[in-house]
Nanobody, 114 residues
């Protein structure tokens, strides 16, 4: 069982930056794919960015050029550096891991004020 612990959410003004962090605990193997998803009020959960164990990244069009995903494979941690934040980025952000199953973190709130 993979347990994911997120941190780094909060309140920031439009144009500001935040970094989200997620660590997979009690994991003795290298997780295949890790990533971040988000869910805004009244909307479906959507992919923000994912990164494979080999470092291949995929971004949602809405965040390309503003967000950067990275990971420390040895520690099974994944970071999401978010720059030039917009009010539309306001959502609960969820860490995700795929390795023989799909696992989710508890979510962390990101609020961008105008």
């Amino acid at each position: 069982q993979v347990q994911l612990v997120e941190s780094g959410g909060g309140l920031v003004q439009s144009g500001g930056s935040l970094t989200l962090s997620c660590e997979a605990s009690a994991v003795m193997f290298r997780i295949n794919t890790m990533g971040w998803y988000r869910q805004a009020p009244g909307k479906q959960r959507e992919m923000v960015a994912v990164i494979s164990s080999g470092g291949t990244t995929t971004y949602a069009d809405s965040v390309k050029g503003r967000f950067t995903i990275s990971r420390n494979g040895a520690k099974n941690t994944v970071l999401l550096q978010m720059n030039s934040l917009k009010t539309d980025d306001t959502a609960v952000y969820y860490c995700n891991a795929v390795h023989g199953g799909i696992f989710w973190g508890q979510g962390t709130q990101v609020t961008v004020s105008s």
